[in-house]
């Protein structure tokens, strides 16, 4: 059995969902990635196999309804390719659904950590559509904010769990009046929704937008 890896390139693509692609689910994403490189003419790779699946890999699953300008794709290559970043850009652009765009394109070394493993936590910024004062915001920040601790007991699956959230709100904070700002984390050591988040502060019946503007890494 040989040990040489088929991928011959990985490509790093940091990519933007908005208008109605944010409604997409990641596994639809994925699929539309894969037309998206396909029609574009990359030498993708497959996995072997009866049902062959293309080796891309989105960094974080993006819940339903909120856009985003820092989603994170890897895309595995069977052939090396010149990489010219804008010409790249151009041609995928060139047969991509509207509200996808493209922010970046590097190379990365193909014995990179996985994107899952990498990220640690992301920031959205929350835009309250119906009318909210901002001292009324400003409370509820400081009500979570000054919590020790929030247990919350879920059943998913048949199976319970208790767990304190608290640690996973690394910030949150009100911007131009109002907007809020939710730095959260996600990932292996926890995952915390914004939709999670407004539920708990009671804003979750307000009209609002999410958009997550930025994905950390553990090296941050």
């Not at 574009?40 to 049902?51: D, E, H, M, R, V």
């Not at 052939?79 to 790249?88: F, N, P, S």
């Not at 190379?107 to 990179?112: G, I």
Request: proline share 5%; charged share 25%.
């Amino acid at each position: 059995m040989s040990h040489i890896s088929p991928v011959a390139q990985r490509l790093r693509i940091t990519f933007g969902k908005t208008g109605s692609l944010r409604y997409t689910s990641s596994l639809d994403v994925a699929k539309i990635w894969e037309r998206v490189l396909r029609r574009a003419g990359l030498p993708i790779l497959y996995t072997q196999g009866f049902n062959t699946r293309p080796r891309i890999r989105l960094a974080m699953p993006l819940p339903l309804g909120i856009s985003s300008e820092c989603e994170i794709l890897d895309v595995s290559l069977r052939q090396r390719i010149a990489l010219d970043e804008v010409a790249l850009r151009e041609q995928l652009l060139a047969v991509s659904p509207q509200g996808l765009t493209i922010h970046s394109i590097v190379e990365v070394d193909l014995r990179a950590s996985t994107l899952h493993s990498l990220i640690d936590s992301a920031e959205y910024r929350i835009q309250f559509v119906d009318a909210v004062a901002p001292e009324v915001l400003r409370a509820k920040i400081a009500d979570v904010l000054n919590r020790p601790s929030i247990i919350i007991d879920r059943t998913r699956r048949r199976k319970r769990s208790v767990m304190d959230i608290r640690p996973l709100i690394l910030a949150l904070y009100l911007e131009d009046a109002h907007d809020m700002i939710a730095h959260l984390s996600v990932g292996d050591r926890g995952n915390l929704r914004p939709d999670q988040l407004l539920e708990l502060m009671e804003l979750q019946d307000l009209h609002h937008h999410v958009h997550r503007y930025k994905l950390h890494t553990i090296d941050d």
